[in-house]
């Protein structure tokens, strides 16, 4: 652990560390328990993943699973290709050790915060194009986002920032595949 933090840079807001220790001091059993689930979903992107891959799948949907695999490919580019080796920063798992971890600590960079990147890519991929949908997957991927704070993986910034690129990708997704649905139309299926 030490070789990791050593690799990487500490800087953080005072702000962020008093927010992190709030989010300890209301701890209980039942958020101990089903906060770990909520972020799970956010684990290497699998549960957006399986919603895009089944949006593809369905006929009706295909124009939107499109869009979503778009914003996952731009997004993770921009948060986990460019981003977290660029900029290094450390976990605040890997500074205070002693809190007590509900999840496994996590030994990539912690900014921006891919489990908010990737889920309010594809929330919002489906927002822009079904809003009773796109409704729950945005609290699902706020909910995610929360989480990564609960568990002490990442610092505030890094979940803001990882949703800021997210929604970004999302928004950046509906334009491309507008101006290839125009450009193609039915020459291709999506």
Not at 139 to 145: D, N
Request: hydrophobic share 55%.
């Amino acid at each position: 652990m030490e070789a990791i933090i050593e690799s990487s840079r500490v800087f953080y807001f005072d702000w962020e560390l008093n927010l992190l220790h709030w989010f300890q001091s209301i701890h209980n059993d039942f958020l101990d328990f089903i906060v770990p689930q909520i972020t799970f979903l956010g684990n290497a992107g699998w549960f957006w993943i399986v919603i895009t891959i089944l949006l593809i799948v369905l006929p009706l949907n295909r124009k939107l699973g499109f869009q979503a695999a778009i914003s996952i490919i731009l997004t993770v580019l921009v948060c986990n290709v460019i981003l977290k080796p660029m900029v290094m920063r450390c976990r605040p798992c890997w500074l205070e050790q002693d809190v007590q971890m509900l999840v496994k600590v996590p030994h990539d960079f912690s900014f921006p915060s891919g489990h908010s990147n990737i889920s309010f890519a594809v929330a919002t991929a489906i927002f822009t194009r079904n809003k009773k949908f796109g409704i729950p997957a945005i609290i699902l991927a706020g909910c995610i986002a929360i989480s990564r704070l609960y568990v002490f993986v990442h610092w505030p910034t890094d979940v803001i920032v990882g949703t800021l690129i997210g929604v970004s990708g999302g928004i950046v997704s509906y334009f491309i595949i507008n101006a290839l649905y125009t450009k193609f139309g039915r020459k291709v299926d999506i």
